[in-house]
């Protein structure tokens, strides 16, 4: 695990607003020129776009709709603020503002909203909200979108989302709805595993060396191989302007005395001699799921109940079996993976 040398992070401290431009500071002048005004097409109002430079100060917002104490992962993104700060030369406030809705006229002071999907449980926006969330992503706002990715055996259980990180390339169906409000010609698009964002301040996977074989060569190859994620995105002005992804935000979070405030362990795909003669004929207790691959085939899931995936018939026709890994060294490593990961994602989305 190294920082890529080639992203000089200084660019990180910047700060955004949307009001008038006030008289440029000698920190503005350093920063650069100043962005134009730019004409919102639907009401014929000049704005300032979303600023990238300036202050070394920077917010972020994170969306609750409902009881902020509620929310999921509460220690994980001032873990993860506190962590950039720790490792880049940005200075970035650790305690992010909340907002309840796209609705709030603060978003424009934010170049990043932070969302765990299932901190908001209505995803139907308002007309207002939409055209709200359009303009922001028009004039370079970002909206990471976390746990946005649900794989459909997960969908019956509020929780089951949270906790299984399960890779899929597909937006769940109600992100995509409500995104349909805000930019009806736009779809959500998977993130080929070679895109800039996996690797916009760390490059590669952390030290695997501690792993077991099995789980190192299946992380190292297929899980994340790279350093990668399944990750979807919709494209805003030519850049990246929205992201989803399984939940990364259980990785995060370290309690008030610096423990990890969650276990995680792997799963892994195996392959036992014969399981291809065998599983087509076996019996399962839950019903069989689709998941999206990467390149838009589909894997069939089979659980043993509701949210317990049992085995899988691949689009390659081959049949692996699912087996579940628990450990220190694991639960290490995933925290190392998850927080260096959301790492990437918030450098990205503070340079483009």
Known sequence: MRPHRTLQIACLTLALSLLPAPAQTPEDAAAGPAVPPAADESTGVTATPIRKYGPKDVRIAQLIQGQPLRRAYPYAVATLLQSINERTTVKIDTQPTIISSFEDPQIFNFPLIYVNAAD??????????????????????FVFIDAGINAEFLRGSASAGQHHSFADWDAMPELKEAFKEVFPEKEFEPLNRKHPIFRSFYEGLPDASDLPDTVRQFVVNEKWPGGSYSTVAMIVKDRIAVVATPVVSMGWGKSAIGNWATTIRFRI????????????????????????????????????????????????????????????????YAHVFYTQLGINFFAYALTH
């Open 269 to 332: 795909r195996e392959a036992p001699l014969g399981v291809n003669s065998i599983l087509p004929t076996a019996i399962v207790t839950g019903p069989k799921y689709s998941v999206t691959r990467e390149d838009g085939r589909l894997d069939w899931v089979f659980c043993q109940g509701d949210t317990l995936p049992a085995w899988v018939e691949e689009a390659t026709s081959n049949w692996r079996v699912f087996r579940y890994y628990p450990g220190l060294q694991i639960s290490e």
């Open 120 to 141: 908001r449980p209505d995803w139907l926006f308002s007309p207002a909200e939409a055209d709200n969330l359009r303009k922001y992503l028009e004039r370079g706002g």
